[in-house]
Structure formats: structure tokens, C-alpha cells
């Protein structure tokens, strides 16, 4: 479950949603003015990988994005300009370290940190199906 400060929606409130879009995009999306981005930053042939992805981050947040880093990739989300902007800054500042590749996905209309923790707390509670693994229809 994500934590802490929602992916737009502050509190708990949906930004953008009014009466009679709710029901049009279904409950617990945003409205598709925030766009997110999630992103990873990949150092090239560099003995020190840290900083440079450390500074790609606050780049992209001095850029006004709001930023959640994960474990293997960064959020951020805000409006079409911010992440187009953050992005830019993001790879400049990678590339200020050496060679790097920078990977993002973006999408509007992203769902709300309230539904993803739905989502989360159904998958927690079902039960694994099959004893062998991912790898089990493999064979």
C-alpha cells in the first residue's frame, strides 16, 4: 500500500472529479488533467550510481512535480507541463553524472492511491492459487 501523501488526491479528495464524471471514468480515478510518470534512471559504466540517481529525483522535483520514490522506480505526478519539464531536468541531471538511460511510462487519468489500496488488500487477501509458481505453465 502506498503511503502517506496520495498521488494527487491530498487527503484522501479526488481533484477533478465532479457529480456526473465519477461515474463516467468509475470510481477511484483521477482526472486525466494529472498526468503521472513513473520513471527510472539507469547509470552508464559509472562506479558511483547513488548520486546520479539522486540528483535525477530532486530534479524532477524542483521541476514542482510531487515525487514518492520507490524502490525500483520513481512517481511523480502534476500537470502535462510539470512532468514534461521534470522529465527534461530529470535527464539532464543524470547526464551531468555520465552516460545514463532514462525509461518513464506516463498516463492520465491514474487511479487513486485509495483504490490501488483496495486493489492491494483484495490481492492480500486471496489466497496463492498453484503450488510451482509463475513458472509452473512453463513447462
Not at 491514474?110 to 505453465?137: F, N, R, Y
Amino acid at each position: 500500500m502506498i503511503d502517506g501523501e496520495s498521488a494527487g488526491t491530498c487527503a484522501g479528495k479526488d481533484p477533478g472529479l465532479g457529480a456526473g464524471e465519477a461515474s463516467r471514468k468509475g470510481a477511484g480515478y483521477q482526472d486525466e488533467s494529472v498526468v503521472g510518470c513513473q520513471f527510472s534512471v539507469y547509470p552508464l559504466r559509472q562506479p558511483d550510481i547513488d548520486t546520479p540517481v539522486q540528483a535525477t529525483i530532486h530534479a524532477a522535483r524542483a521541476e514542482g512535480a510531487e515525487v514518492r520514490v520507490g524502490n525500483l522506480s520513481t512517481l511523480m505526478w502534476g500537470s502535462e507541463d510539470q512532468m514534461f519539464a521534470a522529465l527534461r531536468a530529470a535527464f539532464r541531471a543524470a547526464q551531468r553524472h555520465g552516460p545514463a538511460v532514462l525509461t518513464a511510462t506516463l498516463a492520465a487519468g491514474m487511479p487513486t492511491d485509495d483504490l490501488v489500496g483496495a486493489i492491494q488488500a483484495d490481492v492480500d487477501e486471496s489466497p496463492p492459487t498453484g503450488t510451482g509458481g509463475a513458472s509452473e505453465g512453463l513447462r
